[in-house]
């Protein structure tokens, strides 16, 4: 028997790689930190700008799920409302009589079901458009939250659990320290794992991927409940920075979240994009809302920012796309 190898490897090339979209990603923060600094000329120091990521790191975390989420050619809208019932739930539990922890266990708990029951409708029923289907979870969480707590708001937590959104590890608020190593960790898992070729080869094409023996239904599963459970997290950390819960919180975050993965250069086509696009997507959206928070520009002005801003990269990385192909 015969075996040839067949070697896909290109020249490096200092063009290539400079015309990476991360790159475009760094200059743009640059930017921002330019007009920041100008706005305030206390920015550019380095307790401004750890502190800065205090105010939109917590939505962060659902970012890495969410990653995975488009690269395999779907989408998750109930994220926001996950975080909502998460933290709605965790605050009553304690309320009720529950040691803090089991509520943040039960937080946890909650989330995990959350996007698990995203996983199993999907995987269930594949006709179904993951838009039809998290839009009805996302309508029925946020539902259950008004159920529990109505229009009231819940709190009085225990003194230390202000740290998770306060607190520091020396210098470095603990918020970013966690960011940065789940950070690594997904990058990781993305670039170096079997788990994370195979999300790109679902999202590449589906169909191939059942036959070469991907379990595609599995790797749903466990995306979706991991977006669950990273939800949770964010209502614990956006629970502690508030000190209290109400069943509105977290609105829109999924649009944010949504739109730090398209600026980070995922493709909506699937298959296509890094993690560590999102990432710097991350800082470049949330230095730009702190930024126009400091001359108190609009919602409104700051969402059409944001909208352009995807535009532009959605744009960008189908054209690059289709270059390539």
């Known amino acids: 028997m015969v075996t040839r190898t067949i070697d896909n490897s290109q020249p490096f090339s200092w063009k290539r790689f400079f015309l990476q979209w991360e790159w475009m990603l760094v200059l743009l923060i640059i930017a921002i ?16 700008v750890t502190d800065a990521t205090m105010t939109f790191l917590d939505k962060a975390f659902i970012v890495f799920p969410m990653v995975m989420i488009m690269l395999m ?56 458009s993951a838009v039809i289907v998290t839009l009805s979870t996302m309508i029925l969480y ?25 607190g520091y590890i020396g210098t470095i608020p603990f918020i970013l320290i966690l960011f940065i190593a789940l950070a690594i960790l997904f990058v990781l898992i993305q670039q170096k794992t079997v788990f994370g070729r ?5 999202g590449s094409n589906p169909t191939a991927a059942r036959f ?13 409940t991991l977006a ?3 939800a949770a997290i964010t209502a614990i950390f956006l629970t502690a920075r508030m000190g209290s819960t109400r069943p509105n919180v977290a609105n829109m975050y999924e649009l944010d979240v949504i739109a730090m993965v398209a600026l980070g250069g995922i493709s909506t086509a699937g298959g296509k994009g890094r993690m560590l696009g999102a990432i710097l997507a991350v800082f470049v959206i949330g230095y ?7 001359i108190n520009i609009p919602a409104q002005a700051l969402l059409v920012i944001i ?9 960008i990385t189908n054209l690059r796309v289709k270059k390539s192909k």
Do not use: H
């Open 228 to 230: 669950g459970v990273m």
């Open 198 to 202: 195979q999300i790109y080869a679902i």
């Open 307 to 315: 909208g352009l801003l995807l535009i532009i990269s959605v744009t």
């Open 288 to 294: 730009l809302q702190y930024g126009l928070g400091l």
């Open 33 to 48: 930190f330019m007009m920041n600094s100008s706005i305030s000329p206390y920015f550019l120091n380095y307790t401004s």
């Open 212 to 224: 070469a023996g991907i379990k595609v239904d599995r790797i749903k599963l466990i995306v979706f």
């Open 142 to 166: 946020r539902g259950i939250a008004y159920m529990i707590l109505e229009d009231q708001s819940a709190g009085g937590f225990p003194t230390w659990f202000s740290f998770f959104g306060w």
């Open 73 to 128: 050619r779907e989408i998750d809208i109930s994220v926001g409302s996950t975080v909502a019932l998460s933290s709605v739930v965790m605050a009553t539990a304690y309320n009720a009589g529950m040691p803090m922890i089991v509520a943040l266990i039960l937080c946890l708990v909650v989330g995990a079901l959350c996007g698990l029951l995203n996983g199993l409708l999907l995987v269930k029923y594949r006709e179904l």
